[in-house]
């Protein structure tokens, strides 16, 4: 089992031989950097899109939220909840009811 590392860091790929120390090697250790480089900051741009869109999800949301709760709270003050009868029912539902329990 591989030790495990913090779900933050970001660990550089390792080769497993180590290169000859020429000006090649250097030049290919600067590519690879240059290269990670560039894919890391696509990355960022990519989290910042995201980020962008979840916040915009989220002020969409509580705006209707918002207009939901008005609404809900000028239809509360419209009626008045006894006097307003169940609408499919045939009879208002009584105050109090004995519960009956039926077995098969």
């Not at 660990?11 to 497993?16: A, D, E, Q």
């Not at 207009?67 to 239809?75: D, G, I, P, S, Y």
């Not at 539902?93 to 009956?100: A, E, G, H, L, Q």
Request: hydrophobic share 35%; glycine share 2%.
């Amino acid at each position: 089992m591989r030790p495990r590392s913090t779900p933050g860091a970001i660990r550089p790929k390792i080769s497993t031989m180590p290169r000859p120390k020429t000006e090649a090697a250097a030049f290919l250790d600067l590519y690879k950097l240059s290269v990670e480089k560039k894919r890391l900051q696509q990355e960022l741009q990519s989290l910042d899109a995201r980020r962008q869109q979840i916040g915009d999800r989220l002020a969409a949301l509580d705006s209707q939220i918002a207009t939901l709760e008005t609404r809900v709270e000028a239809l509360r003050e419209q009626e008045e909840p006894s006097s307003r009868p169940v609408p499919g029912l045939a009879h208002p539902i009584p105050d109090s009811f004995d519960m009956v329990f039926l077995e098969y």
